[in-house]
């Protein structure tokens, strides 16, 4: 049986729950207009603090409930930014807010650190390791992570970017890419040109394939004396037959011109078929590649498993219009873990306004529910999408208005700036952005963690068995290189 008191039931196991209590009853304390529900207020608990379980938690502020926010994360972060931290623009602070700041104001909301590992919805608990927390209504709004397509052994040698360790890391590789081909070219050894590939040609693997063709033709051009960063090769690849294909034709078409003026080498409707050390096999072709970067896919958080409703293919839970899950009215699940279709049938995309909207409207349908009315039904409003590309390259759609160009990069920096979370960091990240803007330069590049880059002798092995093949090439054995061949397509 759980004790009445919702209290009780989520102090840790192992304290006994007594100042735990106490410590609650204080954050409860009135000190600003914002709601201070009493103990027995109906307790809301919101697992993910991402866009779509903070604009919950922020809406639920205002409502006489008891509020517990469930993140493995103590901050927020910023993701639309991720690839600026992971191209050395930004510093990772300036695109995470801890989750207890942003909510300081808010006294009937508890934030509580920690992974949740799976429901016990029968008897209304969220289980994590060594904490069970009762609810009297749920959100899961646990996000997605990417996906390998059913191949997880590719993760090492191609990261993918979803969170601000994700960013780091492939920082990491970037710019010790650099490094070792200098201090190779600097030791007299061979001065093959970098070659980086981005698998990937959704809005993500755009912005990285972009950034990092400006970083080798710009930013680093001139700092190196062994290599020529200008020779770095970008490579993105493209399954499908056009890039951003969530976009209009004609901006797909306008992105894919602005990459290539970028120096980006684009290749759409080819399917990886392998990820190796060193090198991108799609069937016989064989690409080396310094560093890979996975930028295709996304799954679900493996805890949409865990509430027994029905999945889609991609692991998203197929949710009511109201956004509760079949069988539990109590349980919301919302953002990118869950699946919904727009009047017209189509699958509502998996972005940030769509995950912060059905933050507000599951708050909404729980304040109804106190209130003794009926639930509303989510209506998704499309403001419009924005994919950046480089500087002063982007394009953007509103409505049936699509633009490219200077005027979709200045809307999609004024979007981003407002968007983000603190003045300080809006202020910190425009002075960042306007200093890059005129001095070509990056702030953030630095090298931490691992001085090693377990590609780069993978990477010698491949350009020689590839050096080999075209050499067979030149006797007439009639075996083409499979690089070469990748490369003429
Ligand atoms: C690189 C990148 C760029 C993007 N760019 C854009 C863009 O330009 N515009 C746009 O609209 N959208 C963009 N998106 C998509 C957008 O970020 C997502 O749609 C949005 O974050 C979804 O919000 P969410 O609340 O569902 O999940 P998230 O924001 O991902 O939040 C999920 C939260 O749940 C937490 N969590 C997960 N599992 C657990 C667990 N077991 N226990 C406790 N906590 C858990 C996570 O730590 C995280 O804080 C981008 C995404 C990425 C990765």
């Known amino acids: 049986m759980l004790p009445d008191d919702c209290h009780a039931a989520y102090a840790p196991k192992e304290w006994g729950g007594g100042q735990y209590e106490k410590d609650l009853l204080l954050i409860h304390a009135p000190r600003n207009h914002i709601s201070v529900a009493s103990p027995t207020a109906p307790h809301v608990v919101i697992v993910g603090a991402g866009f779509g379980g903070l604009r919950a938690a922020h809406a639920l502020a205002r409502e006489r409930v008891r509020v517990t926010l469930i993140d493995r994360k103590n901050h927020h972060t910023f993701q639309p930014l991720l690839y600026q931290v992971a191209t050395a623009g930004l510093s990772p602070g300036e695109i995470a807010t801890p989750v207890r700041w942003i909510l300081r104001r808010a006294y009937n909301i508890e934030v509580l650190l920690g992974e949740v590992q799976d429901f016990d919805l029968e008897r209304k608990i969220v289980k994590l390791e060594d904490l069970d927390v009762a609810?009297?209504?749920?959100?899961?709004?646990?996000?997605?992570?990417?996906a390998y397509f059913g191949h997880p052994?590719?993760?090492?040698?191609?990261p993918g970017l979803k969170t601000v360790e994700d960013a780091i890391e492939i920082r990491r590789r970037v710019l010790l890419a650099f490094e070792l081909a200098e201090r190779q070219a600097a030791n007299g050894g061979p001065q093959m040109p970098l070659r980086f590939v981005i698998i990937g040609g959704g809005p993500t693997g755009v912005e990285l394939a972009g950034t990092l063709a400006e970083i080798a033709r710009r930013v680093l051009a001139d700092e190196f004396?062994?290599?020529?960063?200008?020779?770095?090769?970008?490579v993105l690849i493209e399954g499908g037959p056009r890039v951003l294909p969530s976009y209009p034709e004609d901006l797909s078409r306008s992105a894919e011109e602005q990459l290539r003026q970028l120096g980006v080498e684009v290749h759409t409707s080819a399917m990886v078929t392998g990820i190796e050390p060193a090198a991108v096999c799609m069937g016989k072709t064989r690409l080396p590649a310094a560093i890979i970067l996975w930028a295709a896919g996304v799954a679900a958080s493996p805890l949409g498993k865990k509430l027994s409703a029905r999945l889609d293919r991609a692991g998203r839970v197929m949710v009511n219009q109201d956004l509760s899950i079949p069988d539990h009215p109590e349980v919301f699940v919302i953002g990118d873990l869950a699946s919904l279709k727009d009047e017209k049938g189509n699958l509502l995309p998996g972005v940030a306004p769509v995950a912060m909207q059905q933050g507000s409207a599951a708050a909404a349908n729980i304040a109804r529910d106190l209130q003794g009315k009926a639930r509303s039904n989510f209506k998704y409003v499309d403001k419009g999408s924005l994919a950046t590309i480089g500087r002063a390259a982007a394009v953007a759609q509103f409505g049936k208005v699509y633009i490219s160009g200077l005027v979709a990069w200045l809307s999609w920096?004024?979007?981003?700036?407002?968007?983000l979370i603190g003045f300080r960091n809006r202020l910190l990240v425009m002075i960042q952005w306007a200093w890059s803007y005129f001095t070509f330069q990056r702030g953030a590049r630095l090298i931490t963690g691992d001085p090693t880059l377990s590609s780069w002798m993978a990477l010698h092995t491949v350009q020689q068995e590839v050096k080999q093949s075209d050499n067979e090439d030149d006797l007439g054995t009639g075996a083409v290189s499979a690089a070469a061949r990748f490369e003429r397509q």
Do not use: C, K, M, N
Request: glycine share 2%; hydrophobic share 50%; aromatic share 18%.
């Open 225 to 234: 004396h062994s290599i020529d960063p200008r020779q770095t090769r970008i």
């Open 135 to 146: 609810y009297d209504y749920l959100i899961v709004a646990a996000g997605a992570r990417h």
């Open 413 to 419: 920096l004024f979007i981003h700036i407002l968007f």
């Open 153 to 158: 052994e590719w993760e090492p040698f191609a």
